[in-house]
């Protein structure tokens, strides 16, 4: 059995100025947890599988990646909510139509399937963001820290030309396999 998650993982850029943030709320906020987590966007949050169905699994998202083309995700400012743990701080996602048209058709695509191996919801439940800090956020630290990064200027934007499955190694998320979509960005 393995642990995995399906993401879409931001270019080096951004990637990196999020993993820069990790660290400051690590160090000025004692929130390490994100630091455990590469920067990405939740398609599939964490799930279980079976050694024996990952190879299925892989072969079916390739076969929907045929008919994907790649697509823009715009990024602007940061937002935060209570999770079940903890507060969480994130990079917000701005005109995500063409994320959730791709969303739908994963959605639709996997839930189709004749192995069910894997069940998305809805992307009506869907709500794409990129954390940065969560789990060990206190409430006092994300109120000190919102002082901070509430009118912070952030603004990219980041072609989506693959998007991966993640195997948790008992301590981090790694890529495991990424999944070309053709090119032609739309949006």
Do not use: C
Request: glycine residues 4%; aromatic residues 14%.
């Amino acid at each position: 059995m393995g642990l995995y998650l399906l993401a879409i993982l931001p270019n080096e850029l951004i990637s990196n100025e999020i993993i820069a943030w990790k660290e400051l709320f690590a160090t000025k906020y004692n929130a390490t947890y994100g630091l455990k987590v590469l920067p990405h966007i939740t398609l599939k949050p964490p799930f279980v599988l079976k050694e024996s169905f990952i190879n299925t699994l892989i072969s079916e998202l390739r076969h929907f990646t045929k008919h994907e083309f790649s697509f823009k995700i715009n990024l602007e400012g940061f937002g935060f909510f209570t999770g079940k743990k903890s507060d969480v701080v994130y990079v917000k996602l701005t005109d995500t139509s063409n994320l959730h048209q791709f969303y739908e058709r994963l959605v639709t695509f996997l839930n189709n399937q004749s192995m069910s191996i894997l069940h998305l919801e809805p992307s009506a439940r869907y709500t794409p963001h990129l954390t940065i800090a969560y789990r060990d956020l206190s409430l006092e630290a994300r109120k000190m820290a919102w002082l901070e990064f509430e009118n912070l200027n952030y603004v990219r934007t980041f072609d989506v030309s693959e998007f991966h499955l993640l195997k948790h190694d008992g301590k981090h998320w790694r890529a495991h396999t990424s999944f070309k979509l053709k090119k032609g960005v739309v949006g």
